[in-house]
């Protein structure tokens, strides 16, 4: 597909317009112009005569927006999973599927690292107390939380983002475990990590970070069996994705007292729900899956979405393709 202004593109949120100009510049965009994800009657409409998705992880872009499309050829995705896109089917019909990794590397584990230390040392809990008037006199026994420093850290998913905290955690003089599909021996050397078994990171973690993708394999990865084993003093930490975490045994633990804390950027439904029982605790810190949110890197991801749409639509393949099975088949639909 040469790039030309007859290529079609539905972008479904407003960008920077520094990412957005080149696109414009290269061929007929329309954009989504509300906050909200738009609804799927309108994101089916609109994928009808598109030659290019430019998404969110908010959109589902499943088998009957495939269908729908029949000029459809690159889904380009502004984040780093992509479990919002039906890759499997996109793949069957030769759509390329493209992300943004490694640009939010390091601005996600400092929010990580940031949410680690707010839950440990209750920065939110405090705020609050203090908001309330409650703050009253300095007290030996007010507001006390977990020291950082020199406790051990359990890091599940040694990916870019999962290093990024493990480096973070050593920067602490933390002991850090991780578990991974993969053995890092080189990470282990380099950063002094020690490769264990899930059951025993639980078990011995201070800290538990979560930073695996969203996989059949890790849907509800931490539930009942799992938070059982970790101490009545630990704090878990989720800015991967909210379905990693079973919310309701999550529930139960920090309502009992049997973990300490918890801290989580995002939610198996996202907003969370204003009644979800987790809002009513104390004892856990809920933000609005910003992990990424830093000027720099918001732009940074937007452009690279653009870049790899362009690339495709030039005819050549980005090198952010999630689904190299589905280039033979593409490159045939490709005009000659």
């Not at 609050?128 to 950082?148: A, F, M, S």
């Not at 905290?165 to 990590?193: H, I, N, Q, W």
């Not at 939610?267 to 009644?275: G, K, L, N, T, Y």
Request: with cysteine; hydrophobic share 45%.
């Amino acid at each position: 597909m040469a790039e030309t202004k007859a290529a079609k593109v539905y972008v479904t949120r407003e960008l920077p317009s520094a990412a957005l100009d080149p696109l414009a510049e290269a061929a007929t965009v329309r954009v989504w112009p509300e906050e909200l994800p738009p609804p799927p009657e309108v994101l089916l409409a609109e994928a009808a005569d598109a030659d290019a998705l430019l998404t969110l992880l908010t959109d589902r872009i499943d088998a009957a927006i495939m269908a729908a499309a029949p000029r459809l050829r690159v889904i380009s995705n502004m984040a780093v999973g992509y479990d919002n896109i039906d890759v499997q089917e996109a793949s069957r019909r030769g759509i390329l599927v493209t992300n943004t990794p490694g640009i939010l590397t390091k601005t996600t584990a400092d929010f990580a690292f940031a949410l680690l230390l707010a839950a440990a040392r209750r920065v939110v809990e405090a705020d609050r107390y203090t908001r309330q008037g409650r703050w009253k006199t300095w007290g030996p026994q007010i507001l006390l939380g977990q020291d950082v420093y020199e406790a051990t850290l359990g890091v599940v998913g040694l990916g870019g983002v999962g290093l990024e905290v493990a480096k973070r955690g050593r920067g602490f003089g933390m002991r850090v475990l991780y578990c991974d599909s993969t053995r890092r021996p080189k990470e282990e050397r380099r950063y002094g990590l020690a490769c264990v078994k899930l059951d025993q990171l639980l078990a011995e973690s201070d800290f538990v970070s979560l930073h695996t993708p969203l996989t059949p394999e890790t849907h509800h990865l931490i539930g009942e069996r799992e938070l059982a084993l970790m101490k009545p003093t630990a704090v878990l930490v989720n800015t991967a994705r909210g379905a990693i975490v079973d919310q309701r045994d999550l529930w139960r633990f920090l309502k009992d007292g049997r973990i300490a804390a918890a801290a989580i950027d995002v939610s198996e439904q996202e907003p969370i729900a204003p009644d979800d029982p987790l809002l009513g605790l104390d004892n856990i810190i809920i933000t609005p899956h910003i992990a990424s949110a830093s000027v720099a890197t918001r732009l940074g991801m937007a452009r690279m979405a653009v870049d790899n749409l362009l690339t495709a639509l030039r005819g050549q393949v980005p090198p952010q393709c999630v689904n190299r099975e589905a280039i033979p088949r593409w490159r045939r639909a490709l005009p000659r």
